[in-house]
């Protein structure tokens, strides 16, 4: 048995030959020793079976069916002790011993289905139901069986009690399959079973009952019932789905679907529709049962209503919950910020405080997301910690929280401001790091306000600009808004330069010495507007790199400078300057795909990887992430890799552990007065020998007279670049550099 019940399907085998067993106990002789036992064997198989199948199975609550197995078990009892008084003692008493074990069977099958039913949780509705269907259950039983029995004249009072109590019993059990079965999240294959065994049991004690009361019933038409039900109890507790877990319904009261509510709505009507049958509307006894029935399934369906009623505006309070609250944080939301600003706005003197984080992407992009939200919930408990006990915290969306103080001046929402900032200076503990955020934090007030937006919009505003300062926070004044409008003509501008080819390319050499030769070049960018003039790079390359309009320039400048490479390399042959460099920003980097996009210059162009060099600054790679990742790419093409101003970052040896490095150009503060005996001359012969030592070249920038020169010559140094060789040119004099050294 036990290696039937792990093969594929033990329950179906157990029902196919239950259904085998069962035609052939119709095929033995009636009333023979031989059928009697053969029906007694099919009913301990069965109980057995079950118990088997709690010690393979071990499912959740095995007090259940263990129930079920004693309840088989005293039933069989009941065959046994009539077969011993037909074939025995050979009389046929009604009621007998036979009935004592049939009618203590019960008893622990409803039990095991209450045990089996019972879930975590409040289920109140589960039982209102259940009792709705057992009420009108019974009044049929009632009417049709019960009342007939008990008023049958020519059977004892005994007799009477025990006929009845059949059904009742069965009535009582299909109770408690109803309320698992009107149940959709209770119920498996194995409860379906259970269910039509009760049936089948409810059935046969009906149809006995029926029998013998309106006939001279004698022989085993009726047992096929009883002899099926055993086999559907077995199979029930072979079915895998025995074991599945009892589901938690705290707080998930059963839902009225459609399948629930024909259910409950046929019980509800069988009381009326009960009483349009003439032999029963005639009954004084069977009206008053009737209308008692009636009246308590009117009170269980005011219940059920209440119940939906509570669970209705119980929802509703959740919803509304999770439609003004953050789900990570629980602060409030976005949502609920505009309404309670809009208050503000109406009766008292709003001020907000727009705080934005730096480093959440790259937290994401390093340690993962679920370090990143660890990060957002520490954030959002420090800042609903220093804003206050009586002020609105929201968070807006993944890196910004903002403060509503409803009725308070700008020395108050200043100083709110001032604790935020330092909210985000201690280091946070997460997925076993320390990490450090940083932010921007901006303050508006409400004055002259149209709309929440527009309050929302200037601490946004002045949010940017204190990221950009590096202020620890920024007010917003009507300046930061002519400020963002002249960048926002700029960008335009820019848009249109771009189609128009207002930009121009130029370069600036890299020489070696002591040969004095041009041994690479710097391209930069100039942009020559129609009206303005020389627009500066100071001015415009930072409104290109926060508007995004940086990647389609600098892709334009990229393929522009190899095509120059290539023509110069044509044109001078050995004369020519051995590579270009190009300055590539962060949010370049950050592109998907950007090494591909080089990759496919080089090829459209012809320039070999070797001669291309790409520059980038400390705090384009400081955060690593995708920006690293992109220079490992290049560097994987034979792409050489620059690092810009070094020295100035925020840690520039720590870069060099994690950066594809070939070259270190030293920032023109080192290079100012290396002339004089001090800090900056120890600091650039200090970077030449840590150059020298990780196999880097090393470019000295801002180099501007002869003497700094000759001193960082001397020092070591082999690649300069500065004005003294030469300003930044469309097309420099590559041979004009030998006589700039005296």
Known sequence: MGALVRAGNPWRWCTAAGLLATVVYYLLPEGTALASAGYNTIGLIAGLTILA???????????????????????????FTWWYLDHVRHVEPYPSVADVFYLASYPPLIGGLFLLHRRRGRDLAGLIDAAMVATGLGLVLWVFVLHPVAAEDAASMLERAVSTAYPSLDALLLAMVARLLIDRRARTPSTDLLAVAAVLLLLADVAFSVATLYFDYEGRAIDWGWLMAYVLWAAAALHPSMKAPVPDTSGAPGRLDR????????????????????????????????????????????????????????????LERLANSDDLTGLHNRRHLYRALGDALAGGRPQVVLMGLNRLRAINDELGHRAGDDVIVRIADRVRALAGPDVTVARLSGDEFAVLLCDADEGEADAVAARLADAVHDPIHTAGYEVLVGAGVGV??????????????????AMFAAKQSGEPYRRWSAGLDERSVEEARLGAQMRHALGERQFQVVYQPIVAMPEQRVAAVEALVRWHHPRLGTVSPARFIPVAERNGLIVELGAWILETACEQLVRWTAELGPGAPDRVSVNVSARQLARPGFAGTVADVLARTGLPARRLTVEVTETAVFDGGPAVTALHELRALGVRIALDDFGTGHSSLGLLQAVPVDVLKIDKSFVDRITEAGRHAVIAEAMIQVSHGLGLDAVAEGVETAEQAEALTRIGYRLLQ????????????FTATRSLIS
């Open 259 to 318: 399948g629930r509510l024909v259910v409950l709505g046929g019980s509800s009507v069988l009381a009326p529709i009960m009483l349009f049958i003439p032999s029963v509307g005639a009954d004084t006894v069977d009206r008053i049962v009737i209308g008692a029935g009636a009246v308590l399934l009117f009170v269980l369906g005011v219940a059920r209503m209440a119940g939906v009623t509570t669970e209705v505006r119980g929802q509703a309070v959740a």
């Open 722 to 733: 500065g004005y003294h060789f030469g300003r930044p040119e469309a097309e420099p004099a």
């Open 53 to 79: 199948a709690v010690r393979w199975h071990r499912p959740e609550r095995p007090w259940a069916w263990i129930l079920f197995g004693a309840g088989m078990i005293l039933s069989v009892t009941g065959d």
């Open 444 to 461: 508006a007030g409400g004055a002259d306000a149209a709309d929440p937006a527009e309050v929302l919009r200037r601490a946004g505003v």
